[in-house]
T-cell receptor, first 113, second 113 residues
């Protein structure tokens, strides 16, 4: 079965600084990979997804992620963080022959002025 | 319409009450999902409906009873809940089961007293 690890529980970043959130997955074949963002008390919004093809994926809100098969990673990046980016970020993996998204534990991002 | 709408947004219920959560989408999606999310945790899959039929039950206690009256509507009937059932209940939909392009609703914040 597939699984996801997000090593960082909490990250604090200054407004305008760059952000990188780590995600490592475990799956035998090519996974379907996702990043979601959740503001307090809200549902999940899809930032970007990777199914195949170009390993650098562009998403909404200025986010991008890079799939690295050799490292089993799918890290999320943003060059310049805005205060509105403070939220919980979840990495998720799905399998081609399955129905279930497996979520990581999440990373809380705090943005300081 | 590209949204999943959940009502109510907040619900407080006693352990002997019967209540229902409602989820609606008009995107023509044929798969709908219920997730449960405890505070500071990732979402956990509860049920999957595919073409209005229950496809997956992730060993959820019978005090949670899902219903899909039509392709746009998904209900979750609650009866005799426990305080530990307090959580954010998220509904999601996708084109079909196994299609991971989920759209999530904003959730219902349930408190059991």
């Amino acid at each position: 079965a597939q699984s996801v690890t997000q090593p960082d529980i909490h990250i604090t970043v200054s407004e305008g600084a760059s952000l990188e959130l780590r995600c490592n997955y475990s799956y035998g074949a090519t996974p379907y990979l996702f990043w979601y963002v959740q503001s307090p008390g809200q549902g999940l919004q899809l930032l970007l997804k990777y199914f195949s093809g170009d390993t650098l994926v562009q998403g909404i809100k200025g986010f991008e992620a890079e799939f690295k098969r050799s490292q089993s990673s799918f890290n999320l990046r943003k060059p310049s963080v805005h205060w509105s980016d403070a939220a919980e970020y979840f990495c998720a993996v799905g399998a081609s022959n399955d129905y279930k998204l497996s979520f990581g534990a999440g990373t809380t991002v705090t943005v300081r002025a | 319409d590209t949204e999943v709408t959940q009502t109510p947004k907040h619900l407080v219920m006693g352990m002997t009450n019967k209540k229902s959560l409602k989820c609606e989408q008009h995107m023509g999606h044929r798969a709908m999902y219920w997730y449960k999310q405890k505070a500071k945790k990732p979402p956990e899959l509860m049920f999957v409906y595919s073409y209005e039929k229950l496809s997956i039950n992730e060993s959820v206690p019978s005090r949670f009873s899902p219903e899909c009256p039509n392709s746009s509507l998904l209900n979750l009937h609650l009866h005799a809940l426990q305080p530990e059932d307090s959580a954010l209940y998220l509904c999601a939909s996708s084109q079909a089961q196994g299609d991971y392009g989920y759209t999530f609703g904003s959730g219902t914040r349930l408190t059991v007293v």
